[in-house]
């Protein structure tokens, strides 16, 4: 069962964890608990799509076309996000897979990772994005 400080447990996994499964486990723990459920948040679908969404669909899909060593487009992004912890959990397809890419992202922390389950297993990836600077922009 999830200690009481759920959201930052989890986020801790999702940063730390060396086994990226310990986050999904630990996530769905969370919900089937009822300790993270669809009151606590919004769904976003791609008319709402903001460019933080756009970007990490970006890194996940990059990262796939090199787990699978060929261009790939990801469609059909679904995500829920429960703004007071800054995250976001998603499934999103590709156009030759039946399986759905999971996703889970912290958005202050810019951190996440992804399951993409396939016929041999599962491969999990985390990823991290950061804002890039211009000299202009230093002081």
Known sequence: MPNKNTMQELQRIV????????????????????????????????????????????????????IINKPLTLISPMFFEIQKHHFFHGICFTEEHTYPIVILYFSHVETGIFAMPHQEGTDMCRFILTKQSTYDNIQ
């Open 15 to 66: 940063i730390e964890s060396r086994e990226l499964s310990e986050a999904f486990d630990y996530f769905f723990d969370l919900t089937e608990s009822g300790t993270i459920s669809c009151k606590d948040g919004k769904t976003i679908t791609p008319p709402e799509f903001n460019d933080e969404l756009a970007t990490v669909l970006l890194a996940v899909q990059t990262r796939v076309s090199h």
